[in-house]
Structures are given as C-alpha cells and as structure tokens.
Nanobody, 120 residues
Framework: QVQLVESGGGLVQAGGSLRLSCVAS????????MGWYRQAPGKQRELVAA???????NYADSVKGRFTISRDNAKNTVYLQMNSLKPEDTAVYYC??????????????WGQGTQVTVSS
C-alpha cells in the first residue's frame, strides 16, 4: 500500500509564509498527479493546487499568485509554498496522490492532514 505523510503546518500571522511537504511511500510504480486540498470548518474540501507528472499545474483562484506547488519526482514528494497567508487560508490541508502500484493497480490516496492556522 501507499502512505502519504504531510508536514509543515502550524500557526502563522497574516502575511506570513509556510511550506508544506508530503512524501509518498510504499510499493509505488508511478504517480500521475499530486496535489493539495483543504477543508475549513463547516466547508467542503476544496482543491488548492495540483501538479501532473508532466508538469502542468492548476490552482484555486483564491491562491493564485500566493501559493506555489512543486514536485520532486525522484523523492515522490510534493511541496506547497504558501506566501502572503490570509486568515481565510486557515484549514486542514490534505495531500492527495493518484498512484499506480507495482501491481499496476491505480488508486487515489490521501494524507492524514496538517493544520494551518493564520491569525489576523
């Protein structure tokens, strides 16, 4: 199976920065795309940013120009650099990856989530 382990969340003041990391481990053959979602209290989980193995990225309109997603394919790791953070960015951030295992079975996997809190 596959595990996604996130790190880098925490408490930061508005205008500050945080960098999230997510490492995928297990019997991985390939990863088609990796990305970040977030869920604030009382709201649905939403896409923040995603990056495909070939390089194309997409971002939520609310984070464009402030957040940057990047990948290290050799390390099965995805990062999210978050700058100019706002209180409305407060949420639990989840790593997501569409993984093909060594058995050729493909599946969506999720991390356990990391809390990001932005104080005003």
């Amino acid at each position: 199976q596959v595990q996604l382990v996130e790190s880098g969340g925490g408490l930061v003041q508005a205008g500050g920065s945080l960098r999230l990391s997510c490492v995928a481990s297990g019997s991985i053959f390939s990863i088609k795309h990796m990305g970040w979602y977030r869920q604030a209290p009382g709201k649905q989980r939403e896409l923040v940013a995603a990056m495909h193995s070939g390089g194309p990225t997409n971002y939520a309109d609310s984070v464009k120009g402030r957040f940057t997603i990047s990948r290290d394919n050799a390390k099965n790791t995805v990062y999210l650099q978050m700058n100019s953070l706002k209180p409305e960015d407060t949420a639990v951030y989840y790593c997501n990856a569409f993984v093909t295992l060594a058995t050729m079975y493909s599946h969506d996997y999720w991390g356990q989530g990391t809390q990001v809190t932005v104080s005003s």
